[in-house]
């Protein structure tokens, strides 16, 4: 396979790599993975200006001001995409964890003032400070496994303060950390206590207040809200969407974890870009996802923490087209997965997908949950040059491997990310 970018630029270029072993994750291969062998990448001010067969480089474009990155046959994928955590949190939840092992269960926990209420109280009780030292540690976990762009989700705070704090602490994450990071308001997660009893003065809270002044300061990429019964109806996270959406911001919904309650249909709905979860959805509500072009992003990391038994409907998925994406869900309560390789593992274990599937769902469709398919999450020209470089043969390797960190380069905007275990990180102080 040979490929060959539009030669519309003239000038040298800045950066190339070559003697890789190319996984692009394009859209249209006759495969769904469909390798380059003995390519080469070229790249211009962040973005690839050219893909190709090494020796089909065009060479004019070389001079001694281009820096040449030999990968010596590693392979080489487009930057993962973790489109679904909860990483900023203060405390943790590893007695429950415990309690579940005894066999209470996540419900059970949740009502008696356990589960996202004791993670609400602790990321209060945490310093600014303190939670964006941890969440810039768990940020470069992701990373050493090849994530150059990943989502961030609010939803701790539960109220307008300190969901604005929360906001704020992501958005200083996303300018001090080399990495793309997604801002997303989870808007209704959980009721707190001091509104139990007042569910609708809770949404009108969010809605009416929360969400534009988090608009207004710039903190807001995506909207998110929990569909369940022991969160938030489907007539109360569309008040939610429907506000958002009057100021243009896209949505997405955690959908059908633990009851076909509907979440589908609330997603394809409101149009969202993904409807996440998904084990309880029904055939209506996967016809009415295909229909609306949403994601199906799955998240094994909890259904394994909460040895949950129904898995999502992917032969539905397969069968409708909708596109699959994985995700670790990171967060303290029902996924402490801080891994996007165990995800894809799990991906392929527990939920049956073919580890091309799990690679095309943490790069191109994972890009599409999160609105961002023009510009990241394939390896093509015009793309960012976000790229991962593997000591694997093949990304069928992602899924196999446990325990295992094949990662050798993380590459994000055309820069090389230096990644080393006292968890600091450089620039490469040029480009490439
Ligand atoms: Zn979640």
Request: net charge negative; aromatic share 6%.
């Amino acid at each position: 396979v040979s490929e060959r970018g539009e030669d519309t630029d003239l000038s040298v270029f800045e950066s190339v790599w070559t003697n890789a072993r190319i996984a692009t994750a394009k859209d249209g291969d006759t495969d769904l993975v469909s390798i380059i062998e003995n390519g080469a990448v070229a790249i211009n001010n962040g973005r690839i200006v050219w893909i190709g067969r090494t020796k089909d480089l065009p060479i004019h474009k070389v001079d001694s001001g281009t820096v040449i990155h030999d990968c010596m046959g590693s392979l080489v994928t487009p930057g993962l995409v973790d489109c679904h955590t909860h990483l900023v949190f203060g405390g943790n939840r590893s007695r429950e964890f415990e309690l579940r092992l005894q066999g209470e269960t996540y419900e059970q926990i949740a009502r008696s003032g356990g589960g996202i209420a004791s993670t609400m109280d602790s990321t209060r009780n945490t310093s600014s400070a303190e939670l964006e030292h941890q969440a810039c540690r768990r940020v470069l976990g992701l990373m050493h496994e090849g994530v150059t762009t990943l989502e961030i989700k609010s939803g701790y705070g539960m109220d307008v303060d300190q969901e604005l704090r929360l906001l704020e602490v992501i958005n200083k994450i996303s300018k001090v950390m080399p990495v793309r990071i997604v801002r997303t308001l989870l808007g209704l997660h959980a009721l707190p206590s001091e509104f139990s009893g007042h569910r609708d003065q809770f949404v009108k809270v969010i809605c009416e207040e929360l969400l534009p002044t988090a608009i207004s300061r710039d903190l807001v990429d995506l909207v998110d809200a929990f569909c369940e019964s022991i969160a938030f109806t489907s007539e109360e996270c569309s008040r939610f969407f429907q506000k958002a959406e009057s100021f243009g911001i896209p949505v997405r919904v955690h959908a059908d974890q633990f009851s076909d309650g509907g979440g589908a249909e609330l997603a394809a709905e409101h149009s969202a870009i993904s409807a996440d979860h998904l084990e309880y959805t029904s055939e209506d509500g996967v016809i009415a996802m295909a229909r609306s072009g949403t994601a199906a992003v799955l998240l094994p990391g909890s259904f394994y923490y909460l040895k949950e038994k129904q898995i999502p409907p992917i032969d539905s998925f397969r069968k409708y087209g909708v596109p699959l994406v994985l995700a670790t869900d990171a967060n303290p309560g029902s996924s402490p997965v801080f891994s996007i390789l165990s995800a894809i593992n799990m991906g392929c274990v527990l939920f049956g997908m073919t580890p091309e599937e799990a690679f095309v769902g943490v790069t191109r469709n994972a890009a599409a949950a999160l609105g961002l398919q023009s510009e990241i999450g394939t390896l093509e020209v015009g793309k960012i040059a976000d790229m991962a470089v593997w000591e694997l043969e093949h990304p069928r390797e992602l899924a196999y491997w446990v325990g295992v960190n094949p990662c050798r380069e993380v590459i994000v905007g055309g820069d090389r990310i230096h990644l080393s275990v006292t968890d600091r990180w450089t620039l490469d102080g040029q480009k490439g």
